[in-house]
């Protein structure tokens, strides 16, 4: 790995590492400030020169037997269990997570090889069905080369969810990270490397919104994986209208919903919705934004003991001896961007019950914010990225779903109650791909799918379903050699 300050070599193209002909970009440490890497972005040329290369390679890769491509995969996750103490550190260097919750992100990437291998198998396997005089086959073939755009919270552990199944099924992939984490993108693609991945099956292109639209406009690439935010995803997915050959897989933000009724345990409630909305200070896409609470007693106290208990939530250094529960933002500019959204909804009416704090404007540390919006005007439906969570008290269940309901969007939600009864009715009502009954609303699991509806996603779920973007089927009727059919149709002599 090369010093904070030297220009390091940005890219991978067939096999090797260059420097980017691009503009120079450089991640910062937010929980100090202090520079982490600076390189130049890849140009279009090189965009070119890498789509040229994985097309090359896809051939060969594809070849393989899968057998031969799991030696390789299997070799990486080798290579991050042997190395998961620096990949954990390089992620809570340049995002601020906690290194305690960096350090479950790197065994989230190392359980999601063999979760992969079995959804693989299962979801696109080869399966053969009787015929007479012949035999049926379903078969999974890879698109070819494939692009995949990783976002900066989870810089390790996404960007992976899409590129181990595109790799077990036979793609050759150009990984495109967050140009916020590009020393974890370096880091994972050289251990890929290390892993004996031949040259050109992986690529890494770096850089800014220039990179990544040279990339995503390239005619020589059959499917964008995609996991970031809705403008992006929206942008691209009107980039590839018209062209239904292409695949494209949408993973893209919410405007999470948490529904509060009837808890007897005060403590776990206000657990699962701290859990829900503040971890790693609220940049996970499953995080709860909106917080609805019956108007009643327990609602009540359940909000008195939510507020008390996040006042007392530590905020500090990722790598401090005594844990914090998150560490920074990705950036001083983005903690100040949720002082800022916080103060728009105050002036919309909005009470802050807790108020969040920036607590140095040079950082990305934020304190969490409860805001109570209930008679506030209405809000814009987006996502505020950070521990930021709007309170909408309510009397009638039926009416919290409907505003539940009332997004564009349709991630992760929740109802926490002590009545199954209730969460029937919920989960009949409620539209998201992720809904939770009394469990915080993030910490998904990668062997059950992972995606929403609306303006979260395009129906390509992630996850154990990942393996389905990454192959199409292929329907075969085979035999070994032609033959006359016992009877002729109608009408035919021959
Ligand atoms: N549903 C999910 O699985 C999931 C998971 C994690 C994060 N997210 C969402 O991601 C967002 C945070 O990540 P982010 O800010 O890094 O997302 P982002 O959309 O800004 O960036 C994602 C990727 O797209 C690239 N990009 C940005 N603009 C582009 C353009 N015009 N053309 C081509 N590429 C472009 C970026 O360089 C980056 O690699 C949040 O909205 C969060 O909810 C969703
Ligand atoms: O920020 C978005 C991801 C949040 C995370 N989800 C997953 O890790 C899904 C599982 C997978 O992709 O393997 C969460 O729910 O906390």
């Not at 029937?424 to 809904?435: E, K």
Request: one cysteine or more; glycine letters at 10%; a negative charge.
């Amino acid at each position: 790995m090369s010093s904070a300050t030297q220009t390091n070599k940005a890219q991978l193209i067939n096999g090797e590492w260059q420097q980017g002909h691009g503009g120079l970009f450089a991640s910062i440490n937010p929980a100090n400030g202090e520079l982490v890497w600076q390189g130049h972005g890849a140009d279009a040329a090189q965009v070119d020169a890498a789509v040229k290369a994985a097309r090359v390679a896809f051939y060969h890769w594809s070849a393989l037997s899968l057998a031969e491509r799991l030696e390789v995969v299997e070799a990486f996750a080798a290579q991050l269990t042997a190395n998961s103490d620096t990949m954990a550190r390089l992620i809570a260097e340049e995002t601020g997570k906690a290194l305690w919750e960096s350090r479950t992100e790197v065994a989230a990437m190392t359980g999601k090889i063999a979760i992969s291998i079995k959804a693989h198998k299962e979801r696109t396997g080869t399966v053969e069905n009787p015929m007479a005089g012949a035999r049926a086959f379903i078969r999974h073939k890879p698109h070819g080369v494939v692009a995949v755009f990783g976002p900066y919270n989870f810089p390790g552990h996404l960007p992976n969810g899409h590129i181990v199944p595109a790799l077990i099924a036979g793609n050759s992939v150009l990984f495109k990270p967050s140009e916020l984490t590009p020393k974890v993108a370096e880091y994972t693609v050289q251990l890929w490397q290390e892993a004996g991945l031949p040259a050109g099956v992986i690529s890494l292109l770096q850089g800014e919104v220039a990179t990544g639209k040279a990339l995503a406009c390239h005619p020589g690439i059959d499917g964008l994986f995609f996991t970031g935010s809705s403008n992006t995803g929206h942008l691209l997915h009107q980039q590839y209208a018209g062209q239904p050959g292409k695949i494209l897989a949408l993973e893209m933000g919410g405007n999470n919903p948490l529904v509060l009724k009837d808890v007897a345990d005060i403590d776990a409630a206000v657990h699962d919705i701290i859990q829900s909305a503040f971890i790693s200070s609220g940049q996970r896409c499953t995080c709860a934004r909106r917080l609805f609470i019956q108007n009643s007693a327990n609602g009540d106290a359940i909000l008195a003991k939510l507020v008390e208990a996040s006042q007392k939530i530590k905020v500090g250094q990722p790598f401090a001896e005594e844990q914090p529960f998150y560490g920074a933002m990705i950036s001083a500019k983005a903690a100040a961007g949720m002082v800022k959204a916080q103060a728009e909804i105050q002036a919309a009416g909005g009470v802050s019950l807790l108020e969040l704090r920036q607590i140095d404007p040079a950082l990305g540390f934020v304190t969490p914010g409860i805001i109570d919006v209930t008679r506030a005007a209405p809000l814009p439906d987006e996502e505020h990225f950070g521990p930021l969570l709007k309170v909408y008290r309510f009397d009638d269940f039926d009416a919290a779903i409907e505003e539940a309901n009332n997004t564009a969007f349709g991630l992760s939600a929740g109802l926490l109650a002590d009545d199954e009864a209730d969460y029937r009715h919920f989960f009949g009502r409620i539209r998201a791909g992720i809904v939770n009954w009394n469990k915080p609303i993030t910490g998904a699991s990668s062997a059950a799918p992972f995606g929403g509806i609306g303006a979260s996603g395009n129906h390509r779920a992630s996850a154990y379903y990942a393996a389905d973007y990454c192959a199409y089927p292929v329907s075969s009727v085979e035999a070994d050699s032609v033959s006359l059919p016992a009877s002729l149709s109608p009408g035919l002599s021959i």
